[in-house]
């Protein structure tokens, strides 16, 4: 069936540093991938997608890299700030050629950021 | 998001108890979105609605039903709750296509004892 799962479920970090975040998916058919940052006591926000006929993305301070090779998909972080401390959440979205893309999300990685 | 919100933020229940959540939107999207999350684990969709007259079920749909009031309005309710309902319930909404960026409410803590 379909799966998204993380291989680290805790990361920490010191600030200044670069984080990597990582994500393996099963369904190859997937249309985009999608990059969540979740705070305590708050909802998921997005970060940033990618298409997958696409290898990778820069965002402000993030990157996005898609290997469909190895059904592979990192978040890099660049100098990492204490804000950045979060639970990321990786996803994928699936439209099976219908108007709906049916989004299904991974376990999640802790980032912890430490001044 | 500021502009999706949900009432309540957090709720203490019991069993057999009637639930109902409710999200709004001041964004103008059409679709709307209920998920819940448990402890340590990405969300799972329950119901989905593309318009106000159109509502489908998602992955989790047991125990659970919406009503779309409005565009801006979508209510989940649990009939009669149980303690595994006890989760995380996030709203969010999206503009129309295949893909586009959901936008999260701050969810809400339901404990059912």
């Known amino acids: 069936g379909e799966s998204v799962g993380l291989h680290l479920p805790t990361l920490s970090v010191q600030e200044g540093d670069n984080s990597i975040i990582n994500c393996a998916y099963s369904n190859s058919a997937s249309d985009y991938f999608i990059w969540y940052k979740q705070e305590s006591g708050k909802g998921p926000q997005f970060i940033i997608d990618i298409r997958s006929n696409m290898d990778k993305r820069q965002g402000q301070r993030v990157t996005v890299l898609l290997n469909k090779t190895v059904k592979h998909l990192s978040l890099q972080i660049a100098a990492t700030q204490p804000g950045d401390s979060a639970v990321y959440f990786c996803a994928e979205i699936n439209a099976g050629g219908t108007s709906y893309g049916k989004l299904t999300f991974g376990q999640g990685t802790i980032l912890t950021v430490h001044p | 998001d500021a502009d999706v919100t949900q009432t309540p933020r957090n709720r203490i229940t019991k069993t057999g108890k009637r639930i109902m959540l409710e999200c709004s939107q001041t964004?103008?999207?059409?679709?709307m979105y209920w998920y819940r999350q448990d402890p340590g684990l990405g969300l799972q969709l329950i119901y989905y609605?593309?318009?106000?007259?159109?509502?489908n079920k998602g992955e989790i749909s047991d125990g659970y039903s919406v009503s779309r009031q409005a565009q801006a309005k979508f209510s989940l309710s649990l009939e009669s709750a149980i303690p595994n309902q006890t989760a995380l319930y996030f709203c969010?909404?999206?503009?129309?296509?295949?893909?586009?960026?959901?936008?999260f409410g701050p969810g809400t803590r339901l404990t059912v004892l």
């Open positions: 969010a909404t999206s503009e129309g296509q295949v893909w586009d960026e959901q936008f």
């Open positions: 609605s593309f318009d106000v007259k159109d509502i």
């Open positions: 964004k103008g999207h059409d679709r």
